[in-house]
């Protein structure tokens, strides 16, 4: 970093040049740099993290990207929606006598000689967008630090000619054109995600949908950022993971691919129009370096300290604001909580370790208008990613629920379960009326189920389907015990009183939020002497009661580990086991 004569915010694409320079002046074949990296990574991973720049970078929305200026340093966070597959380019490239490189860029900063040597290389496509059910509080929580590179959109500019045979530099090879000896050439992934033409359509909007609307949704996906990926295996991308991309901003509505007037050289490498998503509409960032991220990444910290006293103040204050919520009625609000704190942290065979469904019951058409709404909201305040779903006939005939390939555009259709992990998912399923399922209903109804039983969501690729791995809290609200969607657990709900709108304060709020995404990820075991404990009375159970079977033993133990972890604590104690006993005793003798 001593001495680098770029500025890597507002010229990173400068030190990219200067480290490939370095590196074919230390001696280094332009073969041997094919797919790997050359010093650049490590130079920004000092500047962002050793040197503490990150906070530096602005992250990349819809209220950034008017102020942000093309080719300077950006983030954006995102989930990976479709894994478009690989695109080829020229990476390196003689000018002369002299060796340059076009990587982390979508056009050489000069003429390439069409006859001159060079490097074909090779990147990943990723679709990725906005966490799906991401609240408007998130992005106010992490509003980018304003920096020197970051203004107003400059005046319009003349529009830049579009490049002869001569001075073609940004190419980009399709797939079934590459040479069938070419090194770099790879099977294409397909378990991946798009997005239909419909959803390209960037807004302004900031936050989630205000409505429930489940058909493809352009709001909830309303910045999309094509991001390509740079030497990374991919192993270590997945569909569905969040990441924060870090690179360099490309942004250019006057990139265009005259289709009607293309020479040899661009029908053998430019992009497929599949891939070539509109750029004045989709914005481009050549990654380099990125990381997976997780709720707490989301999140403000708050002014507390790490403390057994603090942690119990903060579960009795939630605690406090959730029976408010449901109308003083502690024993759901009880129940929510170890709900909130649920997750799968462990997966033996088909089933999913550490998953808590809630299906609250007894709502009538008075108490869901009142209380609904106020869930809602309560849930959205200290969540970071929360969805809504409507149950009714005419909508779940209607939908896709799951993501479904659709072989005409080589694209996987978006469908509404293609959540994020540690996303909660609503349903109210008072709205449901009797009449009659199609075919896609069915479907529907069996693809949540089978979601809510395994956390795992089926993909439909026409010709067979394939699982992938969920992680979604799932609440259900329902006149009586719900028989098309069978939760862990069913709890009576017993309001007792309206209370007005509770004001909570800012840092309350935060701490909320702190402590669920905190205490969520917790290790947690269960001591030799506890285990003997809880055998016994197991055993004591099933003797008591023999429906009773081995689900109802794997709640008990799901709802003791939550129990613990809600008070900071990382092994069962007789206290938090007697808590447990004591509340399904409560809600027992509701069921009754």
Same mark, same amino acid.
């Given at each position: 970093m +001593?001495?680098?004569?770029?500025d890597c *915010?507002? %010229?990173p694409?400068?030190?990219?040049?200067?480290?490939?320079?370095?590196?074919?002046?230390?001696?280094?074949d332009?073969?041997?740099?094919?797919?790997?990296?050359?010093?650049?990574?490590?130079?920004?991973?000092?500047?962002?993290?050793?040197?503490?720049a990150?906070?530096q970078?602005?992250i990349?929305?819809?209220?950034?990207?008017k102020?942000?200026?093309?080719?300077?340093?950006?983030?954006? /966070?995102?989930?990976?929606?479709d894994?478009?597959?690989?695109?080829? @380019?020229?990476?390196? @490239?003689?000018d002369?006598?002299?060796?340059?490189?076009?990587?982390?860029?979508? =056009?050489?900063?000069?003429p390439?000689?069409?006859?001159?040597?060079?490097?074909?290389?090779? /990147?990943?496509?990723l679709?990725?967008?906005?966490?799906?059910?991401?609240?408007?509080w998130?992005?106010?929580?992490h509003?980018?630090?304003?920096?020197?590179?970051?203004?107003?959109?400059?005046?319009?500019?003349?529009?830049?000619?579009?490049?002869?045979?001569?001075?073609?530099?940004d190419?980009?090879?399709?797939?079934?054109?590459?040479?069938?000896?070419?090194?770099?050439l790879?099977?294409?992934?397909?378990?991946?995600?798009?997005?239909?033409?419909s959803?390209l359509?960037?807004?302004?909007?900031e936050?989630?949908?205000?409505?429930?609307?489940l058909?493809?949704?352009?709001?909830?996906?309303?910045?999309?950022?094509l991001?390509?990926?740079?030497?990374?295996?991919?192993?270590?991308?997945?569909?569905n993971d969040v990441?924060?991309?870090?690179?360099?901003?490309?942004f250019?509505?006057?990139?265009? +691919?005259? /289709?009607?007037?293309?020479?040899?050289?661009e029908e053998?490498?430019?992009?497929?129009a599949l891939v070539?998503?509109?750029?004045?509409?989709?914005?481009?960032?050549?990654?380099?370096?990125?990381r997976?991220?997780? $709720?707490?990444d989301?999140?403000?910290?708050?002014?507390?300290?790490?403390?057994?006293?603090a942690?119990?103040?903060?579960?009795?204050?939630?605690l406090?604001?959730?029976?408010?919520?449901?109308?003083?009625?502690? +024993?759901?609000?009880q129940y929510?909580?170890?709900?909130?704190?649920?997750?799968?942290?462990?997966?033996?065979d088909?089933?999913?370790?550490g998953?808590?469904?809630?299906?609250?019951?007894?709502?009538?058409?008075?108490?869901?208008?009142?209380f609904?709404?106020?869930?809602?909201?309560?849930?959205? %305040?200290?969540?970071?990613?929360?969805?809504?779903?409507?149950?009714?006939?005419?909508?779940?005939?209607?939908?896709?629920?799951?993501?479904?390939?659709?072989?005409?555009?080589?694209? *996987?259709?978006s469908?509404?379960?293609?959540?994020?992990?540690?996303?909660h998912?609503?349903?109210?399923?008072?709205?449901?009326?009797?009449?009659?399922l %199609?075919s896609?209903?069915v479907?529907n109804?069996?693809?949540?189920?089978?979601?809510?039983?395994?956390?795992?969501?089926?993909?439909?690729?026409?010709?067979?389907?394939?699982?992938?791995?969920a992680? $979604?809290?799932?609440?259900?609200?329902?006149?009586?015990?719900?028989?098309?969607?069978?939760?862990?657990? +069913?709890?009576?709900?017993?309001?007792?009183?309206?209370?007005?709108?509770?004001?909570?304060?800012?840092?309350?709020?935060? =701490?909320?939020?702190?402590?669920l =995404?905190t205490?969520?990820? *917790?290790?947690h075991?269960i001591?030799?002497?506890?285990?003997?404990?809880?055998?016994?009375d197991?055993?004591?159970?099933?003797?008591?009661?023999?429906?009773?079977?081995?689900?109802?033993?794997? /709640?008990?133990?799901?709802?003791?580990?939550?129990?613990?972890?809600?008070?900071?604590?990382t092994?069962?104690?007789?206290?938090?086991w007697?808590m447990?006993?004591?509340?399904?005793?409560?809600?027992?003798?509701?069921?009754?």
């Open positions: +001593v001495g680098l004569p770029y *915010l507002a %010229n694409l400068g030190a990219v040049r200067l480290t490939f320079e370095k590196a074919v002046g230390a001696g280094s332009t073969a041997a740099l094919d797919g790997k990296d050359w010093g650049t990574a490590d130079l920004f991973r000092q500047f962002l993290f050793d040197d503490g990150l906070s970078v602005p990349l929305n819809p209220s950034t990207i102020r942000v200026q093309p080719n300077t340093l950006v983030r954006f /966070r995102g989930m990976i929606q894994m478009l597959g690989n695109e080829f @380019y020229v990476g390196a @490239y003689k002369g006598c002299k060796w340059r490189t076009n990587k982390f860029a979508d =056009a050489s900063p000069c390439v000689d069409t006859s001159s040597d060079s490097r074909i290389w090779e /990147r990943q496509l679709y990725c967008v906005p966490v799906p059910g991401q609240n408007s998130v992005e106010s929580s509003e980018s630090i304003k920096n020197p590179y970051t203004e107003s959109i400059s005046p319009p500019r003349e529009k830049r000619p579009r490049e002869d045979d001569s001075t073609m530099a190419v980009d090879m399709v797939s079934g054109h590459v040479p069938e000896d070419s090194p770099n790879k099977k294409m992934r397909e378990d991946g995600r798009t997005i239909e033409p959803d359509q960037m807004t302004g909007t936050g989630k949908s205000s409505n429930l609307s058909l493809p949704d352009v709001e909830r996906n309303s910045f999309p950022c991001v390509k990926i740079y030497d990374s295996p991919e192993s270590s991308l997945k569909l990441f924060e991309f870090i690179g360099i901003f490309s250019d509505p006057d990139l265009t +691919v005259d /289709r009607d007037n293309t020479d040899e050289l053998g490498f430019c992009e497929d070539y998503l509109p750029p004045a509409k989709v914005p481009r960032l050549h990654c380099i370096v990125h997976k991220i997780g $709720v707490n989301f999140l403000s910290s708050p002014c507390l300290e790490l403390t057994p006293s942690i119990r103040e903060v579960r009795e204050a939630l406090g604001n959730l029976t408010a919520v449901l109308g003083n009625d502690r +024993v759901a609000a929510v909580l170890l709900h909130l704190l649920s997750r799968v942290h462990a997966r033996v088909s089933i999913a370790v998953k808590l469904s809630l299906n609250l019951t007894s709502f009538n058409k008075e108490s869901i208008s009142v609904a709404n106020r869930i809602k909201l309560a849930v959205e %305040n200290i969540l970071p990613f929360t969805e809504c779903l409507p149950l009714t006939v005419d909508y779940l005939n209607t939908v896709s629920l799951a993501p479904k390939k659709d072989y005409t555009t080589n694209r *996987l259709a469908g509404f379960l293609q959540l994020a992990e540690g996303s998912l609503t349903i109210d399923e008072t709205t449901l009326q009797s009449g009659t %199609n896609t209903g479907e109804v069996r693809v949540l189920k089978n979601m809510m039983q395994t956390q795992k969501v089926e993909y439909d690729f026409t010709y067979y389907k394939m699982e992938m791995a992680d $979604v809290q799932v609440l259900i609200l329902s006149e009586g015990k719900s028989n098309i969607l069978p939760a862990d657990l +069913v709890v009576p709900f017993r309001p007792s009183a309206v209370d007005p709108a509770l004001g909570v304060n800012g840092e309350m709020l935060k =701490a909320w939020r702190w402590y =995404a205490m969520k990820s *917790l290790p075991a001591e030799p002497h506890m285990q003997k404990v809880v055998e016994d197991l055993v004591a159970a099933r003797q008591a009661d023999r429906s009773l079977g081995s689900q109802e033993f794997s /709640r008990w133990l799901t709802m003791g580990r939550l129990m613990s972890i809600s008070f900071g604590e092994s069962l104690s007789m206290e938090h007697q447990v006993k004591e509340l399904e005793t409560l809600r027992k003798e509701r069921s009754t």
